[in-house]
Nanobody
Framework: QVQLVESGGGLVQPGGSLRLSCAAS????????MGWYRQAPGKERELVAR???????NYAESVKGRFTISRDNAKNTVYLQMNSLKPEDTAVYLC????????WGQGTQVTVSS
């Protein structure tokens, strides 16, 4: 089983940047695809970015060109660099496998507001 801990969220102005981290423990070596998800109030959870063990990435259209996902397999960590943030990016951000196989962590709150 994989345990996940997200960090790096906060309050940022529109146009700002944040870098999120997801530290995984447990059966990391068995994981191929990792993803960052987000859930805004009143909305369903959505997958915004994913990365394979080999480094292949995919992004939701809403974040393409602004967000970059990366992973450090030696550190069992996945990152999400978020640039040009918009108010509509406000959400709790969580990481998990793709498809979802692990228990959800607490997530990290990202608030984009002036």
């Amino acid at each position: 089983q994989v345990q996940l801990v997200e960090s790096g969220g906060g309050l940022v102005q529109p146009g700002g940047s944040l870098r999120l981290s997801c530290a995984a423990s447990g059966s990391w070596s068995s994981i191929n695809v990792m993803g960052w998800y987000r859930q805004a109030p009143g909305k369903e959870r959505e997958l915004v970015a994913r990365i394979s063990r080999g480094g292949t990435t995919n992004y939701a259209e809403s974040v393409k060109g602004r967000f970059t996902i990366s992973r450090d397999n030696a550190k069992n960590t996945v990152y999400l660099q978020m640039n040009s943030l918009k108010p509509e990016d406000t959400a709790v951000y969580l990481c998990n496998t793709v498809p979802v196989l692990a228990y959800w962590g607490q997530g990290t709150q990202v608030t984009v507001s002036s």
